[in-house]
């Protein structure tokens, strides 16, 4: 994973995705698929920074944090739940965009 988590990103825009919600995955699942989502992941992708990424809890996917990388994909932390949280931090899976939408529904 090349993603260089060197900045956070937290101005006015993006403060919506510090709150528990639901993704743009989740939220149709959960709501119907009118119901816009809490967070917007392409949306906050296309407002961060190159090479940075923002913490956000979706509560439907264990989606921890949205980046975006030097080519300016998405890049998505998803929390595995195979791996043991430690002192040093959470245990997450990066991937992609089309990869996190493919991910079985928790739902
Ligand atoms: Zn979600």
């Excluded at 809490?38 to 980046?67: A, K, R, S």
């Amino acid at each position: 994973m090349k993603l260089a988590k060197k900045t956070l990103f937290e101005n006015s825009k993006n403060t919506q995705s510090i709150m528990a919600d639901f993704c743009n995955k989740c939220a149709p699942e959960m709501w119907g698929p009118d119901t816009p989502a809490d967070i917007d992941i392409l949306q906050i992708v296309e407002n961060l920074e190159y090479d940075t990424y923002v913490p956000c809890i979706c509560e439907g996917c264990g989606l921890l944090g949205i980046g975006k990388d030097e080519d300016g994909n998405p890049q998505l932390a998803v929390l595995d739940p195979t791996r043991e949280r430690t002192a040093e931090g959470i245990p997450v899976n990066w991937m992609n965009y089309e990869e996190f939408m493919a991910l079985p529904s928790k739902i």
